[in-house]
Every structure is written in C-alpha cells, then in structure tokens.
C-alpha cells in the first residue's frame, strides 16, 4: 500500500508539470496580494497531518505509514509551494536568497542528523516536565548543534563524495564510445 499511496505525489508532480501553462497563465490573473495566502495555505496543508495527530495524541508525530488523508494533504501542500516557487517571484527570490540556498545545500545531511541529536536531548530530560523557555532552549541548542553538524557533514563527506562522482563518472563517461555523442 505504501508505493500505492505515495504515486498520488508522483502524479500530482506530473500533473503539474504537464499543466505547467496553463498554471501560468491562471496565476498570471491573480493579484500579487494572492501569494501570502497562497503560501500560507501550501504550509498549513503540508502540515496539517501533523497538527491532526497532536490534537489527538499529544505529540506531533505520524505513524510509520502515512495515511491516504494524510498523503493527499501533504501532497497539495507541497504542490502548492511548488506551484509559488515557480509563479510567484518574490517567494522565488526569497526562496533564492543566500540563507535559503546554505539550507538548501545542508538540507540532506540536516534531515540525517537532526534527529540523532533531537533524541539525544531527549534521553537527557526524558520524565521531565519542561518550563516553556527552557524548551524553547533547548530547541535553539538542538537547532544549532544539528546545523553545525550538518554544515561539518556536507564538507567532510557530501562535498567530496560529489567531486569523487563527478570524477568518476568523468573517466567512466571519456571510456565510453559513444560519450562523444551525448
């Protein structure tokens, strides 16, 4: 069921990409004032699956498996941002600024390691009842920890990994015979 519901994002994706004019020429028509909304509605849908599972279990966290409900809202969401990304120029610029672009760059090895961090804190306090400004805190030191682990990451193992790939493929490609010809 898994690889079932999760092709709702591969055809939303090409349904977008197909429909790409179209969309253009739609959001072409609305007023720029559109894009807060717009963005606004593109984040609350990504997480609302979230939000649901708090308000009912107390934490903000989904199951194992996503459910079908789930998988549809995140999806729009995600379309929806993408939508914004590519129509509405003051979220490409903002999206395109420095700050967004070293997130962008660290985002993977962010993903790999916020979580070992977050669980660490969380063995620390665990039982404890938390003071809101010393969960918020504790969120700030995570956050920083787990971005300067991610930027060590990204230099110490992305980065290179890249270069070794591209010089890979570079001679694997010069041997081929027909190389030339792509």
Request: hydrophobic share 55%; with cysteine.
């Amino acid at each position: 069921w898994r690889m079932i519901g999760f092709s709702f994002d591969f055809a939303l994706g090409l349904a977008l990409f197909l429909e790409r004019e179209r969309i253009a020429r739609w959001i072409s028509h609305l007023p720029r004032a559109a894009m807060g909304p717009w963005v606004l509605a593109g984040v609350m849908l990504l997480q609302l699956p979230y939000a649901i599972t708090f308000n009912q279990k107390g934490a903000a966290v989904l199951e194992q498996s996503h459910s079908p409900a789930a998988i549809v809202l995140m999806s729009l969401g995600a379309g929806l941002l993408i939508v914004a990304a590519q129509h509405f120029p003051l979220f490409r610029g903002w999206l395109e600024r420095p700050s967004a672009r070293y997130f962008g760059r660290i985002s993977y090895s962010l993903y790999l390691l916020h979580m070992p961090v977050l669980l660490f804190a969380v063995c620390r306090i665990t039982g404890q009842r938390l003071h809101w400004a010393t969960g918020l805190v504790l969120f700030g030191v995570v956050l920083v920890i787990s971005i300067g682990l991610a930027e060590l990451a990204w230099r110490w193992i992305e980065e290179p990994s890249i270069r070794a790939g591209r010089w890979l493929n570079g001679k694997l490609g010069a041997k081929r015979p027909d190389a030339a010809a792509t």
